[in-house]
């Protein structure tokens, strides 16, 4: 049987505990620039796109990305989830996920 990767939810604060692993970040995209988009996840976070990355300035998106050492993130695979999304209630399930992590994170 093939091993389940983790990938914690976080928020832009979580970086730094997550420097190259593989994470899911959802925030809203404040610019887009060539190979690279800015969204707000509580905090600022820099995502460096790839060539199937499809986001729409001011929509939210989510992201499964690897967090590199200068805590920008590489996407691996991003979602345009457009403008209705409930921003609080996305970082409030990425605090929760870290407030009980024996249920949400496997430590790979």
Same mark, same amino acid.
């Given at each position: 049987m093939a091993e389940q990767m983790s990938t914690p939810r976080i928020v832009a604060a979580y970086l730094d505990n997550f420097v190259g692993r593989t994470v899911t970040i959802? *925030? %809203?995209?404040t610019q887009l620039r060539g190979d690279q988009a800015t969204i707000d996840a509580d905090g600022v976070v820099t995502i460096l796109l790839n060539r199937d990355s499809h986001l729409v300035n001011g929509n939210a998106a989510q992201v499964? *990305? %690897?967090v590199n050492p200068d805590l920008s993130i590489k996407a691996l695979s991003t979602r345009d989830v457009g403008p209705g999304v409930d921003m609080v209630l996305c970082s409030a399930v990425a605090e929760l996920t870290h407030r009980h992590k024996e249920i949400f994170v496997s430590e790979n």
């Open positions: 959802v *925030g %809203k995209v499964i *990305g %690897k």
